[in-house]
């Protein structure tokens, strides 16, 4: 059992916490609150299992993802663990929604562009979660940035078999952008 100290929290969304993982500071461990454990986090579940599809479809580029390294048992209850994003500086990346704040979305359309591409070319679907919270700008140096999806991966519909057929996920995806981008992007 992996011991989470609250000196090692992060941050927290509506059904999960994130710790920095006691052993190697570039994991986080993700763990589902308490008051939620009833119904054993449906949305960790998914995603885990999203994480596995793509570890066993061979996926080699996560630039865009964090990488999954496994399910674990904490004091904290179920969760499962993450690459922690962090900028070049060795310092963690902050939210996308941060930076849009700050500097408005037309700094970022390049990486808006490679970043759906990414999800285009690998047909990985993504959530209504997906948001600019969900959402860390990577710094990789002063004027490199890469967008990193860290809540809202996997797909909530319940008829989730044309996503196996890459003509059919490609269309859910730029269904899903568009959404995004109308929502969050649009001012």
């Known amino acids: 059992m992996l011991i989470l100290e609250d000196k ?3 941050a ?8 920095l993982h006691p052993k190697d500071n570039n994991k986080t461990v993700k763990v589902t609150y308490e008051n939620n454990k009833r119904e054993k986090n449906k949305q960790s579940q998914k995603e885990i299992s999203y994480y596995k599809q793509l ?3 061979g996926l080699k580029n996560w630039k865009h993802l964090p990488q999954y390294f496994g399910e674990v048992k904490t004091n904290k209850g179920h969760g499962f663990i993450i690459e922690l994003i962090k900028d070049y500086d060795g310092q963690v990346s902050k939210s996308f929604a ?3 704040k700050e500097n408005g979305v037309e700094k970022y359309k390049k990486e808006l ?11 990985i679907i993504f959530n209504y979660g997906m948001m600019p919270k969900n959402i860390l700008l990577r710094k990789n140096s002063e004027i490199d940035f890469d967008l ?4 809202g991966l996997g797909d909530v519909s319940h008829f989730t078999l044309p996503n196996k057929i890459p003509y059919f996920a490609r269309r859910r995806i730029n269904r899903r952008w568009d959404k995004f981008v109308n929502k969050y992007l649009k001012k």
Do not use: H, M, P, T
């Open 8 to 10: 090692d929290f992060i």
């Open 55 to 57: 570890q066993k479809k």
């Open 98 to 100: 941060y930076y849009l």
């Open 113 to 123: 562009e490679k970043y759906k591409q990414y999800f285009i070319d690998n047909c």
């Open 12 to 19: 927290k969304g509506s059904e999960r916490a994130c710790y």
């Open 148 to 151: 990193v999806l860290i809540d």
